[in-house]
């Protein structure tokens, strides 16, 4: 795969629908992580793209689950390698997903990315067709809130997040959906009536079905009323 190509997603002629590729993005705190989540939990043809970083393990957090934790040099040494869909670095740390990760996970289901709103952009410009969700808190005293919620953190890196996040917000009309996560439950339903909104598009659809339909019309036509 070189650098810079189109990816045309698909399944192959003896699936019905091609795959889907979903990303959730938006600022730190807006709770992306939990959203998806539960969504991949509601969900089970959709599939979690595991990144790589180069930031510490949070506690409770397992390589290969979460993340792929790996230090600078090694995270380097694959953007040389030309091995990410997309990277980027945030708040210091390195953040990327390999093509390994979506070559592995093209063959069956539809495939979640949790990104920053760069790497979000990255991908929609090597994947046709993928789907970009925005989430964000219904206030920015509520986004301040929800990282401090986090545990420890100075007041040079909360101010860092906070303008970051204003940065981010400016990016909304590049998605296709917005999510406010006000309510966590409404918020997950409204990531969930995206997914299926889309996997329903009719340009997904109807070649397939009325190829079927058409097969059975010419079937019923050759046999005696």
């Known amino acids: 795969m070189g650098e810079g190509e189109v990816i045309v997603w698909t399944l192959g002629e003896d699936q019905p629908f091609p795959s889907k590729v979903f990303v959730v ?3 730190s705190g807006a ?4 959203l998806c ?3 991949l939990r509601r969900f089970p043809r959709l599939l979690e793209s595991v990144s790589h970083t180069t930031r510490a393990p949070r506690p409770g957090e397992q390589n290969g689950k979460d993340y792929f934790f790996v230090d600078r040099a090694t995270f380097e040494q694959m953007i040389r390698e ?3 869909l997309e990277w980027a670095e945030v708040h210091g740390h390195l953040y990327g997903s390999s093509f390994y990760r979506l070559k592995a996970c093209s063959a069956e289901k539809d ?3 949790e990104l920053d709103c760069r790497g979000a952009k990255q991908l929609r410009e090597r994947i046709q067709g993928a789907v970009l969700i925005f989430v964000m808190t219904p206030s920015f005293s509520d986004l301040v809130s929800r990282i401090q919620r986090r545990g420890e953190i100075c007041r040079e890196d909360l101010s860092v997040r906070i303008r970051t996040a204003r940065q981010e917000i400016q990016q909304v009309s590049f998605f296709d959906y917005l999510v406010i ?3 966590f439950a409404d918020a997950v339903d409204q990531i969930g009536s995206i997914l299926v909104s889309e996997r329903c598009r009719k340009d997904l659809r109807a070649g397939f079905w009325v190829d079927k339909w058409s097969r059975e019309f010419e079937c019923l036509l050759g046999k005696p009323v």
């Open 31 to 34: 709770g992306k992580t939990s």
């Open 111 to 113: 495939l979640l990315f």
């Open 82 to 84: 030309g091995r990410f």
């Open 25 to 27: 993005s938006g600022p």
């Open 37 to 39: 989540a539960e969504v």
């Open 181 to 183: 996560n006000d309510n």
